[in-house]
């Protein structure tokens, strides 16, 4: 192709009309319990995402090539990428603000992150087990991650009562809790103790010395009583498997 010619389709292309690019999904994020402004006292409960970026595909990509990275690390660094601010809270001043969500509102984020990066519908590509042919398969954030208002204030302490006929106070972990006992703890049973210890709300005067120990002394039966408490609440977005079936053979696909 000549100078002339080159410079003819140059023109012609700035000429033809822009395509249109559609808009990112919305940014908008509502949280369940959300984080305290310490300005103000005040809960936060409206956060702004934004979409990843090629730079941030690549630092995350360093995170997750270190040695015995978690995923309550990961997740960590993600949000802390993509979340913009939670209410007043401007997360690029305090990204350590996000550790003090709970893993509902974690997940919302993370969600949020996702939607706002590829839009609400992504199609994956999958092979049925059982009669081992491809399948177009789409997932809409919205529909199969959707997810119930909270049943109870999680702004408030949660009462459990003890075999003893003693109640307790306890709140829902966080992100910080989770990521203190991946790397602290030695056994299921350790990670048992550590989480009672940590998500265990005391009066002024009533906390012992020593939480986790009191934590271990508990019996197992108080123990798996508030466990189960702090696992039976329904909170925020399920991030797990979505179920879909073949269009081949009719047999579920797990996703």
Known sequence: ?????????????IEDKVPEIANPESTHV????GLVDPASGDWQMDAQVRELTGADEEYLARVE??????YAEYMSALLKRATVSVGSIDISKDPSALDNLIIGDRDALFLGIIKCTYGVERTFNAKCNACEQKNDVTINIDDDFAYDPPSIDFHKPIPVTLRN????????PTGADSA????KSTST?????????????WADGDKPLNVEEWAR??????????VKTLTDLTVGPKIGE??????HCQEPIRR
Request: positive net charge; contains cysteine.
């Open 1 to 13: 192709m000549s100078l002339t010619e080159e410079a003819d389709a140059l023109n012609k292309a």
């Open 217 to 226: 002394d508990l019996s197992i039966v108080d123990r798996n009583t508030i």
């Open 242 to 247: 979505v179920n879909v079936h073949c269009a």
């Open 65 to 70: 090539a270190k040695k015995d990275v978690t």
């Open 30 to 33: 509502r949280l369940m319990r």
């Open 189 to 201: 049973a350790n990670q048992t103790t550590l989480m009672i210890a940590r998500c265990t709300v």
């Open 180 to 183: 203190y006992v991946a790397n």
């Open 165 to 172: 006929g003693k109640t307790i106070s306890l709140r829902l």
